[in-house]
């Protein structure tokens, strides 16, 4: 370092130096210059003295010249005397900075040639006088020789002033020479002195750097040392484990802080001490067989209870390492020490545990296994061998799982595994059959968990096999107990329809041994005939049903076929049976002996039909004897008598109107009559009702109301003014003198409500309850007082709830009583002729909008809302038309018509662009365009479009011959929306003349008709060319026989029975005809 | 007009009596047969303007007498209205789609019943 600050300092000098020359050479080559420049400045300065003299000289010279001019002589010998006294003067000046300004050499010269020219002037003027003087006189010759003197005199003048001028040039020639060499030689010494100063600059950077960087890697490498020595300290003396150093003699030298701490010290308490202390007395001696061993092999490790310094004894694992110089001398040793205290614990309680699930694994009998997903191997407890009664336990092959389970049962199991596995479910139970080593099979209940890493990724799959035999055999005892115990008859059936079981009471009331009814087909068997003696097929009957469609079925209307050939009158229920999967695997059929039930039925029957004969016959006899008599037929009777038969004959229509009632609720509640459902309007049996109660309602002053509703209702047309004028004469009944009795009706969604309001007395509200009950009037005085046989409203409640309606009062004492009741109405579904509209649009307003306009028209209408959902749904709606807008985001509807259209399965669907734009002026780009709304829309624009599109129907004939009007009514207006023009006939007469008018394209018949019967109407048609091949539909209240039907054919035929065919149906059928496109029988899809 | 001439055929005697009563008064003549054997030899020994006719009768009933009077070429023109105690809708109609004129339910008013007989074969009052 030192020779370098001494290198430095030279080097430093050095440049000093030379930055010092370099200073100087500058300040002589500026003098130069600056000498350059004052020479250069006094030669131009000497040049213009000179040139002011040629000029003063001349000066001189003119006067004399003049004079010969102007002949003025004194003025120009005044002017010459003027003009040499400046010349003198000028002369003198330049005298005078010649010596001062130039080198004396130089200015000895100019001045010699300055003193001739001053002479030559003297004499040059001297030489004017002279003319002068001669001019004076007048002597101008010798005045003009004068003048030619003076002028030669003048010439030599001038050049010795020029050679004066010349010598200046020379010597600033002289002078500038001098200095450029001065100059040059100044420059090259500046060169080299900046060249040297410039290297000298660049060796001292490079060595300088060079010595830097040595001495910036030497410091780093000895922080990099230091530090590393810090740090091994630190680490040794922090360490985690427990380290100590010792001395031979076993005293410690050195602990670490750890080791102090897992022995409960301060590492400086240690330090010195004997290393004894921290050891369990009971383990000393084995600590010293290890310190010998280590003094032998350099290294011993030993397990020793170590003391700690509050004498609490810990387990210690330690390791000592012999220490020795380079000499082999034994310096000491190290000691590393852990705490392994909760270790052992962990290990002892690991092997409890272990202990433990041995145990409960025996004692529970549960195979425990675990299944390692990713290795796919096994694990079984050995339960495996003492339970199962294999000869392997611990890893087992999973194929031998697999192989164990019944083949039956292995699909499920396995399926339900994999999906436990692939859902993301954790647990997996199961219940299946597994063979044991003994190949027997065992019932076994099997529930696995199943562990999953955090990306829920299956790992492994640890669970419990249980053995299940014996709880199963017991359970299926129990359950067959239970099941041979029952009174009613059990099958269980599968799939096939073949008993798998029969209960004890089955087998006894079908009169054949259970065990032989066990894997027989059971319908073939017991089911295989109706009561009436028809085949019963297999597909119509509802056990096969509850199988093949997993639905519930039933009836109490069949029988059974016992082993012997006599049947029984059976009710019975079958219930599909489902795994755990929802899947059908059988049914159970239920079943119990209804032969008595029906006996009574048929006993009970029979006994109200007897009374009714029975008792009306005297009744008759005893009223028609009254009504004579009353009518005075058979001689006068005296007044009291004529009272007397007065309360006679009163009483005798009320005791037939009483059996009348009793009659007929006995019969309706008991399901003897069912109602004869069909369309009907309520407004005219409302006003059929109130004329009925009319004659009533005057004799008792009470007014009539009547407000109607025109909505179509499935009823019975009978049975509904039965409770139109029960109730209606409970009213007027109960109403005063100058009350109103109303009838109205409203028109709901799904039925149609009636009313029948009084302002009578009302009805207690504790009666309320009652009123529809059997004999339950209001006051037992009523009976008699308004002759009600108290079975009115009972009747009118079976009759509403047999329509599926029901019925309520409403009641305030002393305001009147309002009777509610509800109908159902005819079902308005969607049209079956209805076209599926697919409308797609982006705008959700215009979507809704459309759609109701779409359905209010009929038809069927589905609404997406971009072109992607379009495409995806297309398919599975399979509309008749496509609705498509044009603009809408990501997709628009260019794109998704091209892709329509390119699509075969889609291509011929046709579509209607609804749009913002106009189509162009050359009509729509492309020829697949059905056709082109503009928005904004109306509903007849889309209605209109959508017809055009679809195949055409309107403007077809359809002759309609039917007798009943409501019911025509229903139908006409059915039809009335889809441009079909319904003719209607009410008599046959009337239908083939109309037919033949019309030639129409359909002809709906009924066959009963007023005039001629439908056979005649058809026979009438079939001789006509036109007529006898067009499409009929044969509408009638009775199922023609084969015959019939024979006769009654035209073209397309097809047979309804009003029973249990809707107008909706009819209208598809119709429909189906009209458009060429018959293909299944409706009438058999219907007639079940 | 000539008298009208009605054959009723009931089996219960009173009734029949009473019948009688009630039309003769209308100057109705009426001939009475206690069963329906009774009735079709009647029918067609006094060839009635229209026939009553019972709807349970013992042995032959009213309405197999009256499919065996429609079998009859004598017999089948005469008009036949059922006297019955049924009252059910379903009865009335199954009755009527034998093809009877009509149906008068018992018990009847027997101040009314000519009125309604004649009104049901479209006799002039």
Redesign the interface.
Known sequence: VKKLYRLYLALALFALLAASSALILHRNLSRTYAASVAAGARAMKRAASIQHLQQLAGDVDAPGNDVFDDGRVDAQAARLEAVARTFTRGIAEEHRNIVDDEPPVEAKAMLTALSQVETEMRTMVAEARMIFAALRRGDTGEAASWGARMDRTYGRVRSKLAAIDSLIDELQEKESRVQAERAATLRRQYAYVTGALLALIVVAIALYGHRMQREVVAVAELQRREEELRRSNLAFANAMEGIAFLHADRRYAFVNRAYAETLGYEPTDLIGTASEISIHPQDLESMRAAYREMRDCGKAEIDVRGVRKDGTVLDTHVVIVASQDQGGEFLGYYRFMKDVTEQRRAEAALRRSEERFHLATRATNDMVWEWDIATDTCWGSEALEHQFGYSVSGEVDKQLWYDAIHPDDVARVTARQQHVLASGEVYWSEEYRLRRGDGAYADVLDHGYCVRDAAGKPLRMIGALRDVTQTKRAERAYNTLLLNAAADGIFGLDLDGRATFVNQSAARLLGWNGDDLIGKDIHALVHHHRADGSEYQLADCPTSAAIAAGETGGTDEEVFWRKDGSSIAVEYITTPIRDGDENVVGAVVTFRDISERRAVERMKDEFVSTV??EL??????????L??L??G??GEISEKGNRMLEIAVTN?DRL?RLI?DIL?IE?MESGK?SM?LQPCYAAPLMEQAVELIRPMAEKAEVALRLSTCDAPLLADP??LMQTFTNLLSNAVKFSPPGGTVSLSATAGNDCVEFEVADQGRGIPTDKLELIFERFQQVDASDAREKGGSGLGLPICRSIVRQHGGEISVESELGRGSRFRFTIPRLAAAVPPHAHTVLVCDDDEDIRDMMTALLEKKGHRAVAVGSGSELLERVSSIAPDVILLDLLMPEMNGWEALQRLKSDPVTASIPVVIVSIFSPDRNGWPFTELAGWIQKPVDGETVVGSIEAVLPARSGKTVLLVEDDLDLARVITEGFASHGIQIVHAATGRAAIELARELTPDLLILDLVLPDIDGFAVVDSLKDRRLLKAIPLIVYSGSEPTAFQRDRLTLGPTEFLNKGSISPADLERLVMELLDNRIATPLRKRHAG | MPAKRVLIIDDEPDIREVVAMALECSSVEVIAASDGRAGLRAALEHRPDLILLDVMMPELDGPSTFELLQQSDATCAIPVIFLTAKVQATDRRKLTALGALGIIAKPFDPMRLAEEMGALAGWSP
């Not at chain 1, 009306?616 to 004897?625: E, F, M, N, Y």
């Open positions: 009714s004969h009306r016959t005297p009744l008759t006899s005893i009223r028609g004897a009504g004579l009353a009518g037929l058979v005798t037939v009348n007929d019969r009559i004869a009978d049975r």
